[in-house]
């Protein structure tokens, strides 16, 4: 199933060699990602944002969050050059993308628990 949010392939792959870590790994995801929004939106230079966008990106893509991933290596390659209205609105997408992929992986989560 081809989905442009998140990569389930690389779910199954993660699920497959995490085994009994899956749960925590998805866990531990959802939380840095949590802090890692709240940062965005507190950073207030062009460095600080790239920064954590280069985390951020880095962690979904290992996680398989396409989509999240593609936006937080624009907000990384274009923090220094883009107005501040540009930078909100990305912080903003990347906050709705978040939003979007989110429930992905509480069920992920859920369904660990249960198998």
Known sequence: M?????DREVLDTLREVME???????????ADSQSRLHELQD????????????SFKGSA??????????LCQDLESNAKNKSPEALAQLVADIHSEFA????????????????
């Open 2 to 6: 081809t989905d442009t949010h998140v």
């Open 20 to 30: 009994d870590g899956y749960t925590e790994l998805l866990e531990t995801f959802l």
């Open 43 to 54: 950073s207030t230079s062009a460095k600080a944002l790239s920064d954590v966008a280069h």
């Open 61 to 70: 893509s290992n996680m398989g969050a396409v989509r999240l991933a593609e």
């Open 100 to 115: 979007e992929v989110r429930p992905v992986y509480e069920s992920e989560k859920h369904h660990a628990h249960i198998h």
